[in-house]
Nanobody, 123 residues
Framework: DVQLVESGGGSVQAGGSLRLSCAVPAYVFSALCMAWFRQVPGAEREGVVSIGVDGRASYSDSVEGRFTSSRDIAKTTLYLQMNSLQPEDTAMYYC??????????????????WGQGTQVTVS
């Protein structure tokens, strides 16, 4: 089993920034795709960014240019730096792992492993 633990959510004013963290088992970075998703009540999970084992990231149009995901392999942590936050970014944010590490999707169906989520509220 793959355990993922998110942290770093909170409340921020529009235009502000937050950084989310996801603690990841070390082997995951070299084996699986990683991704960040977000979800608001009543809606499906939306893919925000996917990252392959080579570190290449693919962002959704809604966050391109504002959000940046990175990995600290030594700390076995995945990050999501969120800048220029807007009220429409309010959601529960999840990190996820799955896939073959190279063909990384922004579809939630591709990820069998999920963290518990961390809430981001922008007002």
């Amino acid at each position: 089993d793959v355990q993922l633990v998110e942290s770093g959510g909170g409340s921020v004013q529009a235009g502000g920034s937050l950084r989310l963290s996801c603690a990841v088992p070390a082997y995951v970075f070299s084996a699986l795709c990683m991704a960040w998703f977000r979800q608001v009540p009543g809606a499906e999970r939306e893919g925000v960014v996917s990252i392959g084992v080579d570190g290449r990231a693919s962002y959704s149009d809604s966050v391109e240019g504002r959000f940046t995901s990175s990995r600290d392999i030594a700390k076995t942590t995945l990050y999501l730096q969120m800048n220029s936050l807007q009220p429409e970014d309010t959601a529960m944010y999840y990190c996820a792992a799955g896939g073959d590490g190279y063909r990384c999707s922004l579809s939630s169906d591709a990820y069998p492993y999920w963290g518990q989520g961390t809430q981001v509220t922008v007002s």
